[in-house]
C-alpha cells in the first residue's frame, strides 16, 4: 500500500521509488481516481521491492500537510492525527523524518507562541498530554515536555520525560496529585501534590510504579515542611502491588510515644492479598494485625483478619490507684464469607465469625472501637455453614460450626462441627395433585436430626485440656413431627399434632449424698445413654369481625372495625419424671430423705424432662383501627391504627399441685402521629395473693400463695420502646429540587444551585432520632424497680462538605448522662478531616485525623488520640 506522500513523489519522480525506506504512510482520505492513474503509468517490473525499516504502517490525516523529498520529512499541519501500531498521536504540529523514524509533535501556540492545547499521546489505553514531545518509531524512545498522565489514582505532572522504553520513563520535576478535581479538569491546579525532582515510572505486566527520590508535599501551591526521604507507589492504575505501610507517630497519655500501622502489603495475584501492620508503644504495649481480602467473581468473596494486642498501662510495682499497673493480653479474629448463590444453588457456604478475649473491645490499644460504638458491646455470635440442597427431594442437610460469647461474664458456648438433616413436610396419604380431603390426607410428616460437639467454657480455659477433658459433650437428637388439621362448621381451623422426641449422649451422672463433707456430689459416668419423650397437642381458632359505619358522611369519625382472634389449645406430655420410665433416680440427703433427679441433665441435647402436663393454653388478640376523614387523602378518607395488635394470653395446668393458671401476658403495639411513631409495650401481670411476713431473722419475706383474685391481680413487670426520626421534612419542610434552578456552581461550589438572583441555594440535610425504654419491675416486692433511658443520634451537614454528629444517652430515672459523643467530618476535596471526642464517662477520649482520600496514599495521614481514663 502506498501513502499520500509516497505518491506525490512517484508522480514527480519515478526514479526515486527505490530510495524511500522511510515505512509506510497511509492516507485514508486519498484520491482514488489519482491513485488509479498514477498505478497505471507505472510498470510493475521495474520497481524492485526495498526492506521497510518501520515494522508497521504509518496512518496520518491532517487539514494540511508538506512532503519535503530532499530533507525526507513529512509536515502535518492543524488537527494532525498519527497512527503506528499500538501508538496514537494528536497535535497541532508533527513532522515525520523518513529515513530515522523520528516524530515531533507540538501543541496549539496562541498569538504570544505560548502552548494553549497540548499535544495527546496514547499507548495500551493511557493519555499522555504533553506541550510537545519527540518519539523514535523504532526504538520508541522519547522526549516531552510538560507532560500529564493521568492513571486511575491520580495524576502525573513533570516539567521533562525521557522515555527509556515501552516499560521505563524519567521523570523531572514530577509532580502526583490524587485531586479529584484536577484529574477531572474541573480545576486547574490541584489543592495538593507531592513533588520530586527526579523520578521513575516502571511498568511490569500491567504494573505501574512510580518510584522518586526525596518528596515534598505542596499544599494550594505552598511548600510544606512535611517531607519523605523517598517515594514508591506501587500498583499505579488497576493492577495491585507489594508495597511498605507508611506508620503513622503519635502519642498518648497512657501508651506513651507510638508508631502504629508500620509494615507491608502484598497482593497475591488478583483473587487474593495480604496486609501484615503492627503498632509499637514505648510505655511497653504493642500490637500485630494480619489481614486478608479474597475474591473470586460471580463464585465468591470474603474478608479474614487477626489482631493480637499486648496492653501495659500504669506503673510497674503500683498495685493500687489510678496509675496502678495492668497488663492486658488482647486478641480478635474476625472472617466473612459470603458465596454467590448462582455459583452452586445446591451448596452454599458462608461464614460470619468475630471471636476476641472479652475485655478486646473495652480495652484495645486504639480508640475506634470507642468512636463507632463497640465498647458497649455485651455478646458476640459467630456461625460457619456448608448447606447441601438435595434436587427434587425434601432433604436438606447442613454442616455447621457456631459460637457464642457474653463479655460480661466471659461465658463462651462453642459448638464443634455439627451435622443437620431436616425434611420438609410431606403428606404420604395425600392424593398427587389434587386437593387434600380430610384428616388422613392433611397429615403432614417431619423429621430433623442434629448430632455434634459442644463445649461450655470461658476466657480462663479456653482451648486448655480442662476444655477438651471436661467440657467437651458429644449427642444427637432426632425429632419427627405429625401434623393435621380440618375446619369446623367452615369457620373453626382446628390443629391437630404430636412430636416425638429422642436424644443420645455420651454422658449421665449419678448423684449422691458425701457424708464425710456434707456436699451432694455428682459422678458423670461416659457412654451411650439415650431417652425418648412424646407429646399431643390441639389448637383451635377464629376471627370475630365487628364493624361501625357512621351514617353521618359528614362526621370526622366514618367508621370502626374490631377484629377479635381468640385461641384454645390443648397440650398433654406423660410424666416421664416417673419412676417407670427410669429418666430420673434418687439419692437420700442428710435429711435421709429421697430426692429425685434427672441422670440426663448434662447431656449435649438433653433438656429438662418434662413431668406431667395436662394444660389448656388461651388467648385473645385485637386488632382495632379507625376510618377518619381527610380532605387531603384522594380517597377523601384514611385508617388510623388505634392497636396493630393487643394481646391477652394464658394457660391452666390441670395437673400442675399448685398455681395451675399461669400469670397473663400482655403485648402490644400501637402507632401515633399518622404511623410514624411506634410504640410497643409488653407486661405480666399476676393473679395470685401476696404474703408477707417476718422471719427468724427479723427480715420481711413476700412470697405468692395459691389464692386467685379479681382484687390480686398486679403489674409485676412491664416494658415500653418507642422511637422516631425527625428530619427535612418532620416539620412540612420542602425537599429541594435541582430542577427548579437553572444555574449551578463551578469547581468546589459544584453542590450549591442558584436563583434568578444569584443567591447560593441549598437544603440543610439534618436528622435527629430519638429512642425511648422504659422498664419496671415489682414481683412480690413492695417498691418497684424502675430503668430508662432516652439514646439520641443527631447529623446535621451545614455545608456539603461538612458532617456534625452527636450521640448521647440520658437515664432520666437516675438523672444521669451515661454516654455523650461528639462527631466532626469535613471535606476537603483531596483530604478527609474528623473529629471525635468523647467528654465524659468510661471511655473518655477524643481521636483527631486528618489524611488523603485516594486510596494509594491512604497511610499519609496525621493522627491524634487521647484516652484519659478506662
Not at 464443634?416 to 384428616?439: D, H, Q
Not at 470461658?458 to 458429644?474: A, F, G, Y
Not at 392497636?643 to 403495639?669: C, Q
Amino acid at each position: 500500500m502506498f501513502t499520500k506522500a509516497i505518491k506525490s513523489i512517484l508522480f514527480f519522480s519515478p526514479v526515486m521509488v527505490c530510495t524511500v525506506s522511510f515505512g509506510q504512510i497511509e492516507n485514508k482520505n486519498n484520491d482514488k481516481d489519482h491513485s488509479k492513474n498514477v498505478s497505471d503509468s507505472i510498470k510493475l517490473d521495474t520497481i524492485i521491492p526495498v526492506k521497510e525499516k518501520l515494522e508497521y504502517i504509518v496512518e496520518h490525516n491532517s487539514e494540511d500537510e508538506i512532503h519535503n523529498r530532499k530533507k525526507r520529512m513529512t509536515y502535518l499541519l492543524r488537527k494532525a492525527h498519527v497512527v503506528y501500531n499500538d501508538m496514537i498521536i494528536d497535535a497541532d504540529y508533527v513532522e515525520l523524518n523518513w529515513d530515522t523514524g523520528d516524530v515531533y509533535a507540538e501543541g496549539k501556540r496562541d498569538s504570544l507562541g505560548n502552548i494553549i492545547e497540548k499535544t495527546k499521546f496514547t499507548q495500551n489505553n493511557q493519555e499522555i498530554l504533553q506541550d510537545a514531545f519527540k518519539v523514535n518509531f523504532k526504538t520508541k524512545i522519547g522526549i516531552a515536555y510538560n507532560i500529564r498522565m493521568t492513571e486511575q489514582d491520580g495524576v502525573i505532572i513533570a516539567d521533562k520525560a525521557k522515555r527509556v522504553n515501552d516499560s521505563v520513563m524519567l521523570l523531572r520535576k514530577a509532580d502526583f496529585t490524587t485531586d479529584t478535581y484536577f484529574k477531572e479538569n474541573k480545576d486547574s491546579r490541584p489543592d495538593y501534590f507531592l513533588r520530586a525532582q527526579e523520578g521513575k515510572m516502571i511498568e511490569k505486566n500491567g504494573k505501574k510504579t512510580l518510584i522518586t527520590g526525596p518528596m515534598n508535599m505542596w499544599i494550594y501551591d505552598v511548600p510544606t515542611p512535611l517531607a519523605l526521604p523517598f517515594g514508591y507507589m506501587p500498583a499505579m492504575g488497576e493492577n495491585r502491588a507489594a508495597g511498605i505501610l507508611m506508620p503513622r507517630p503519635g502519642e498518648r497519655t497512657t501508651l506513651g510515644f507510638f508508631i502504629e500501622d508500620i509494615g507491608f502489603y502484598v497482593p497475591f495475584g488478583e483473587k487474593f492479598d495480604l496486609k501484615l501492620s503492627g503498632d509499637i508503644y514505648t510505655k511497653g504495649s504493642w500490637a500485630l494485625r494480619a489481614e486478608s481480602n479474597y475474591k473470586n467473581r460471580y463464585k465468591y468473596n470474603g474478608r479474614f483478619a487477626v489482631n493480637i494486642e499486648n496492653r501495659l498501662t500504669g506503673i510497674k510495682g503500683l498495685t493500687e490507684g489510678t496509675n496502678a499497673f495492668s497488663k492486658q493480653n488482647l486478641f480478635g479474629i474476625t472472617w466473612t464469607h459470603s458465596q454467590d448463590p448462582k455459583a452452586n444453588p445446591y451448596l452454599l457456604f458462608n461464614a460470619n465469625v468475630n471471636f476476641s478475649s472479652s475485655k478486646y473491645y473495652r480495652q484495645s490499644v486504639r480508640n475506634q472501637y470507642i468512636n463507632n460504638g463497640q465498647v458497649f458491646t455485651n455478646n458476640v455470635n459467630s456461625s460457619i455453614n456448608l448447606t447441601k440442597n438435595f434436587e427434587n427431594s425434601p432433604f436438606t442437610a447442613q454442616m455447621s460450626m457456631s459460637h457464642s460469647q457474653n463479655y460480661n461474664t466471659g461465658a463462651i458456648n462453642i459448638a464443634f462441627p455439627k451435622l443437620n438433616v431436616t425434611m420438609s413436610r410431606i403428606y404420604p396419604f395425600a392424593k398427587k395433585n389434587m386437593p387434600k380431603e380430610g384428616l388422613l390426607q392433611n397429615l403432614g410428616l417431619t423429621y430433623s436430626m442434629q448430632a455434634g460437639n459442644e463445649v461450655n467454657t470461658t476466657d480462663n480455659d479456653i482451648l486448655t485440656q480442662k476444655m477438651w477433658k471436661e467440657q467437651m459433650r458429644t449427642g444427637a437428637s432426632h425429632k419427627v413431627g405429625l401434623q393435621t388439621g380440618i375446619t369446623l362448621a367452615n369457620y373453626f381451623p382446628l390443629t391437630l399434632s404430636s412430636d416425638y422426641n429422642e436424644v443420645w449422649g455420651d454422658n449421665k451422672i449419678t448423684r449422691s449424698y458425701n457424708s464425710v463433707n456434707g456436699k451432694v456430689e455428682d459422678t458423670t459416668i461416659k457412654g451411650f445413654n439415650s431417652y425418648r419423650t412424646f407429646n399431643f397437642n390441639a389448637s383451635l381458632s377464629t376471627n370475630i369481625y365487628g364493624t361501625y359505619i357512621n351514617p353521618n358522611k359528614n362526621a370526622t369519625i366514618l367508621g370502626v372495625q374490631h377484629v377479635i382472634s381468640p385461641s384454645i389449645g390443648y397440650t398433654y406430655t406423660p410424666d416421664f419424671q416417673s419412676p417407670n420410665w427410669s429418666y430420673y433416680k434418687s439419692y437420700q440427703d442428710k435429711n435421709q430423705e429421697e430426692v429425685w433427679y434427672n441422670q440426663y441433665q448434662n447431656m449435649l441435647y438433653g433438656v429438662s424432662i418434662p413431668g406431667l402436663t395436662n394444660s389448656i393454653n388461651f388467648g385473645i388478640s385485637n386488632n382495632l383501627e379507625m376510618k377518619v376523614k381527610d380532605e387531603k387523602d384522594s380517597k377523601g378518607f384514611k385508617k388510623v391504627k388505634i392497636f396493630e395488635y393487643l394481646r391477652f394470653t394464658s394457660a391452666y395446668n390441670f395437673s400442675a399441685d399448685e398455681f395451675k393458671l399461669s400469670p397473663i401476658s400482655v403485648n402490644g403495639m400501637t402507632s401515633l402521629f399518622d404511623r410514624k411513631v411506634n410504640v410497643q409495650f409488653s407486661s405480666t401481670v399476676n393473679p395470685y395473693e401476696i404474703r408477707r411476713y417476718i422471719n427468724a431473722a427479723g427480715t420481711e419475706v413476700s412470697e405468692y400463695v395459691d389464692k386467685l383474685g379479681l382484687g390480686n391481680l398486679r403489674v409485676s413487670n412491664m416494658t415500653i420502646g418507642t422511637g422516631y426520626t425527625f428530619d427535612n421534612s418532620t416539620f412540612g419542610g420542602k425537599r429541594f429540587d435541582a430542577k427548579n434552578y437553572k444555574k449551578r456552581g463551578t469547581v468546589r461550589d459544584e453542590n450549591f444551585y442558584y436563583d434568578n438572583d444569584n443567591y447560593a441555594q441549598y437544603a440543610i440535610p439534618w436528622s435527629l432520632t430519638a429512642n425511648l425504654s422504659y422498664n419496671y419491675t415489682k414481683g412480690t416486692q413492695r417498691e418497684g424497680t424502675s430503668t430508662g433511658s432516652i439514646a439520641m443520634n443527631g447529623k446535621i451537614s451545614p455545608t456539603p462538605y461538612w458532617a456534625i454528629s452527636a450521640n448521647a444517652t440520658y437515664d432520666f430515672i437516675k438523672n444521669d448522662i451515661t454516654y455523650v459523643r461528639f462527631g466532626f467530618e469535613r471535606d476537603l476535596r483531596s483530604f478527609t478531616f474528623s473529629f471525635n471526642w468523647t467528654p465524659m464517662g468510661t471511655y473518655k477520649s477524643y481521636d483527631f485525623f486528618i489524611g488523603i482520600k485516594a486510596n494509594i496514599l491512604q497511610d499519609l495521614k496525621y493522627t491524634e488520640r487521647s484516652r484519659l481514663q478506662y
